[in-house]
C-alpha cells in the first residue's frame, strides 16, 4: 500500500498563489509518477500536472504557465506551486501515484482550494 498525505489548500483571492505539498508513504518502491488531478462541484476529475521520478512533466493547458510541479525523491513529496489563480481553479485537489501505465493508482484524501473573486 502508498499512503499520500497533501497539506497546502485554502482560501486565496484571485491572483494569489498556493503551494500544495503531497507525502508518499508506505511500499512506495517503483512508484514513478506522481502528480496532482483537481475536481470541481459537478465535474469530472481532471489531471492538473504530473512528473516523473526523473524529473519529466506535463501540465493541463489551462495551468500552463502558471503552476509548476516539483518532486523531491529523497524525501518522496511532490509539491503544485500555483500563481495566478482565479476563480475557475477552485476545487478539491488530490495527489496521486502510480507505477506506469496501466498500473494501480493511489489516491491522498484531497485539499480543497477556493478562489475568490
Known amino acids: 500500500q502508498v499512503q499520500l498525505v497533501e497539506s497546502g489548500g485554502g482560501l486565496v483571492q484571485a491572483g494569489g498563489s498556493l503551494r500544495l505539498s503531497c507525502a508518499a508513504s508506505?511500499?512506495?518502491?517503483?512508484?514513478?509518477?506522481m502528480g496532482w488531478y483537481r475536481q470541481a462541484p459537478g465535474k469530472q476529475r481532471e489531471l492538473v500536472a504530473a512528473i516523473t521520478r526523473g524529473g519529466s512533466a506535463n501540465y493541463a493547458d489551462s495551468v500552463k504557465g502558471r503552476f509548476t510541479i516539483s518532486r523531491d525523491n529523497a524525501e518522496n513529496t511532490v509539491y503544485l506551486q500555483m500563481s495566478s489563480l482565479n476563480p475557475e481553479d477552485t476545487a478539491v485537489y488530490y495527489c496521486n501515484a502510480h507505477r506506469g501505465t496501466g498500473t494501480r493508482d493511489y489516491w491522498g484524501q484531497g485539499t480543497q482550494v477556493t478562489v475568490s473573486a
Open positions: 508506505g511500499n512506495i518502491f517503483s512508484i514513478n509518477v
